[in-house]
């Protein structure tokens, strides 16, 4: 069983920054990790994904420019800098894992793990 906490979110204006992270356990080093988010009353939308090794990555393009996923794989641990943030970007943030040597996915439905979520709100 794989277990996800997030961490890192919070208020900010709009413009700013915040970096999420993602503490997994066991050690996820070959697994498939993304972002997703849900704010109230939507639907869940993928934001970000990287491959279990870093050689390939996905990225909504809602995000595109502004985020950057990345992993540390000595650390179990996944993040998401976001930068530029807008009032849209306020939501429920969550970290989710593939099973092992799986492909990068932009589907919600391909992830095994989720974590609890941080929640991100971006003031105007």
């Known amino acids: 069983q794989v277990q996800l906490v997030e961490s890192g979110g919070g208020l900010v204006q709009a413009g700013g920054s915040l970096r999420l992270s993602c503490a997994a356990s066991?050690?996820?080093?070959?697994?498939?990790m993304g972002w997703f988010r849900q704010a109230p009353g939507k639907v869940r939308e993928f934001v970000a994904a990287?491959?279990?090794?870093?050689?390939?990555?996905l990225n909504a393009d809602s995000v595109k420019g502004r985020f950057t996923i990345s992993r540390d794989n000595a650390k179990n641990t996944l993040y998401l800098q976001m930068n530029s943030l807008k009032p849209e970007d306020t939501a429920m943030y969550y970290c989710?894992?593939?099973?092992?040597?799986?492909?990068?996915?932009?589907?919600?439905?391909?992830?095994?793990?989720w974590g609890q979520g941080t929640q991100v709100t971006v003031s105007s």
């Open positions: 989710a894992a593939r099973k092992t040597f799986r492909a990068v996915s932009a589907n919600g439905a391909d992830y095994d793990y």
């Open positions: 066991p050690r996820t080093v070959s697994r498939t």
């Open positions: 990287m491959s279990w090794n870093g050689g390939s990555g």
